[in-house]
């Protein structure tokens, strides 16, 4: 039993900057005027007075007062400028203002001058492409200045991608609008625990160090409210004993939210935790935050790591951590703490896991072996400006517990464009390590190396229509361990088969699909037992689970091989893994089911949030149009006249004359596969809909045999 709020939070008291006592706050500009009075502008980027919001071809801009404000976006982001103001005299302690745009030092800025010199400067936030035009508050700290004159400069010096500034509510202060704090905690229970809103709007950027080292273990942005939507958490597990740090600079009105932050072995909702109405029961999600792509899949000595793609601070996109959880049959899953975090590197984009003995690590380790990640540090991410996306190395040797970055990287430098997501595996015919990695467009290259440390650029491939997330990797066809092909995969399932030598890849078939619907950026395990190649991709949505603390799911574990098609072509092959089958519970089955419009539906009872049905349909039934719905709405149907299966791409043709179906429901998703072809999305169901139905369109639909069952859930 969770304890209460009120004894939950004696914790630390931040340390808080601040006045005892507080004069009347002194106006500096608030850009109301039609004109900007005694400020002298130079260059065109300012035009000739106070903006009333966005201009031609800006997003919204939001966060400013009144009616008016600073804007250099005259001109879109070409133009340069300068926006200098009168000499004045410092009267208050704190210098306040609104600030937003550009976040590049000395291009996009506002400097505070005396005698012709910078003593404060700053930047928006947004370096890369999107972000938001939101201007947020900055203080500077004046003391010593006092009775000094001083004036102020505006700067729009950068061409390019956020090259502007906005400003605005400039301020004599003897309260700062923002504070400096501080927290150190003794890390004596598993979590740090953080009240959280929704409402991104009010987001703060977090340095999290560990035991007074320089750089940081963390920096993130979390959005903090007295009033929170729901609870967050650092899970510190791994950290007991040692010594964490948080710092930041807030807004006065988080001042009542930044002390409800503490060390505490539990946290508020844990106690209703896998039993929220949007949680799937037999697919992996989070405990809390956001989840993407799945990365570092790998078997290890009998148990299965997932890391993945994390915001644990929030359910959007944000603070790429690598989550990681682990289970020893890919169902029940144990959720772990993170294994790297967004800190001067950047965000911890995808990548890939290996374990690696002594001798193929290429420099000296402590044990045996190593659990290495490899993983995108986003350079454009991070908190030190100037920073390039580069691919990074961390190990583990203690089985996955704590990783530590290779004091090497980054292991591949900057290559082109985005160039991210480096699948590693090992090449045994040439004793060597090899990389794929996306490098622009539908291109990905191909890097090899003797250990894990030194890459070299060897090949290349493309799949036309397909970007991101590759993986490369050899099945045999129908079993036939004499006739194997290469697999070159990408993010939205398309691939090629071809062949491969350690170093170039050979395409020997036109692109094609077979993995459809939300499934995305999925990987398949490395030494997976008995050359099992089992994969697990992400279901996107560009609604997400609203109201839910969580977001998000990875899709079933399911098994890939090569199969050939009724014209003799190769093809991959993707069916559930056979673990599934330990979730049933009770089971309904009936043969030769003759079924059709109007008839009673033997599934007309049955109801539920999570189950299989297992369907065997003969496709020369007299139907036009034969299978599933469920929940009232959502088609899972074959339709004869062109072989189209709902949510899959182009004909899905029978195999020995029947469509073999399978079709999994959890909570708020659905997936399919049908004749080794695999199609998922998620589901906006209505409590008072049937959960499952038969489909005949036109005629009858005879089911060889049809067999539906409960699904047991696996956290419980």
């Known amino acids: 039993m969770s304890p209460s709020i009120p004894s939950l939070f004696l914790a630390v008291l931040p340390l808080l900057t601040g006045a005892l006592s507080a004069g009347e706050d002194l106006v500096v500009d608030g850009f109301e005027g039609e004109r900007f009075g005694d400020w002298k502008a130079t260059g065109d980027a300012f035009g000739n007075a106070p903006a009333t919001g966005a201009l031609n071809g800006q997003m919204a801009v939001t966060g400013f007062q009144g009616r008016g404000l600073v804007n250099s976006y005259h001109g879109g982001d070409e133009s340069t400028g ?27 800025c506002m400097n505070l001058l005396s005698d012709g010199k910078v003593l404060h400067s700053a930047t928006g936030t947004n370096v890369v492409a999107g972000g938001s035009e939101k201007l947020d508050w900055k203080t500077w ?36 609008a923002r ?32 035991d007074g080292e320089q750089k940081p ?76 792509d799945p990365n570092g899949l790998v078997w290890e000595n009998g148990t299965w790591h997932l890391f993945y793609q994390h915001n644990p601070y929030n359910t959007g996109w944000d603070n790429m951590h690598w989550g990681h959880a682990s289970s020893t049959d890919l169902f029940h899953w144990k959720e772990k703490p993170d294994a790297l975090f967004p800190d001067a590197e950047g965000y911890m984009y995808s990548g890939s896991a290996v374990l690696a003995t002594r ?85 990905y290259g191909i890097y090899s190396s003797k250990g894990l440390a030194n890459w070299s650029p060897v090949g290349g491939f493309h799949i036309p229509g397909n970007s991101e997330c590759p993986d490369l990797f050899e099945l045999p066809v129908e079993g036939d361990s004499k006739n194997s092909r290469w697999v070159a995969w990408g993010a939205n399932g398309r691939y090629v088969l071809g062949g491969f030598d350690g170093r170039s890849f050979t395409p020997q078939s036109p692109p094609q699909r077979q993995y459809f619907g939300a499934a995305y950026a999925g990987q398949t395990y490395n030494g997976a ?81 999570s189950f299989e049905v297992e369907a065997v349909i003969d496709a020369a039934s007299t139907a036009s149009e034969m299978g599933l719905m469920v929940f009232g709405k959502v088609p899972a149907i074959w339709r004869k006249s062109d072989q189209a299966f709902s949510g899959m791409e182009g ?66």
């Open 82 to 108: 300068r926006l200098v103001s009168a000499p004045f005299r410092i009267e208050r302690r704190y210098l306040n203002f609104l600030i937003g745009g550009g976040g590049f030092a000395g291009e996009t």
């Open 651 to 716: 004909p899905q043709e029978p195999v020995d004359g029947r469509m073999n179906l399978r079709l999994f429901v959890d909570t708020v998703s659905m997936e399919v596969f049908v004749n080794g072809t695999y199609t998922g999305r998620y589901l906006r169901q209505r409590s008072d809909a049937k959960a499952i139905s038969l489909i005949a369109k036109g005629g009858e639909a005879r089911f060889e045999s049809l067999r539906i069952h409960t699904l047991r859930s696996i956290w419980r």
């Open 141 to 176: 700290d004046l003391a010593g200045l006092e009775g000094k004159q001083v004036a102020l400069e505006i700067v729009d010096a950068r061409k390019g991608t956020w090259g502007h500034v906005n400003v605005d509510q400039i301020v004599q202060s003897d309260l700062p």
């Open 529 to 609: 037992p008995g050359a099992r190649r089992v994969h697990i991709g992400w279901m996107r949505d560009n609604g997400g689970l609203e109201g839910a603390p969580f977001n998000l799911q990875m899709t079933l574990p399911m098994e890939f091989s090569l199969a050939k098609d009724s014209k003799g072509g190769i093809r991959l092959h993707i069916e559930p893994v056979p673990e599934v089958v330990a979730l049933r519970g009770s089971t309904k089955e009936w043969r030769n089911l003759v079924f059709k419009q109007g008839d009673q539906d033997p599934l007309e009872d049955f109801s539920g949030g």
């Open 217 to 292: 273990l963390a920096c993130v942005n979390i959005a903090l409210s007295e009033t929170p939507d729901f609870w967050v958490f650092t899970d510190l597990s791994d950290y007991q004993g040692r010594t964490i740090t948080v710092t930041s600079d807030l807004p006065q009105a988080s001042k009542k939210s930044w002390e409800m932050v503490a060390i505490s072995d539990t946290y508020p909702g844990e106690e209703t935790l896998y039993c929220e109405p949007l949680r799937p029961q037999y697919h992996f999600t989070s405990r809390r935050g956001w989840l993407n």
């Open 359 to 443: 001798d193929q690590v290429g420099f000296p380790i402590k044990g045996e072996q190593a659990l290495a990640l490899f993983y995108t540090a986003e350079g454009t991410r991070s908190h030190v400006p100037g920073i390039k996306t580069t691919q990074g190395l961390a190990l583990s040797e203690d089985g996955g517990a704590i990783f530590h970055k290779f004091k090497g990287n980054p292991v591949v430098p900057h290559r082109v464009a985005e160039n991210r997501d480096p699948k590693v595996f090992w090449h045994e015919p040439t004793k060597s390590w090899v990389m794929a990695l996306y490098l622009d467009g539908d291109e």
């Open 179 to 210: 504070m400096d704090v501080r927290k150190e905690f003794k890390i004596s229970s598993r979590y740090l625990v953080w009240p959280v809103t929704r409402n991104l709007s009010g987001r703060n950027r977090f340095f999290l160090t560990l």
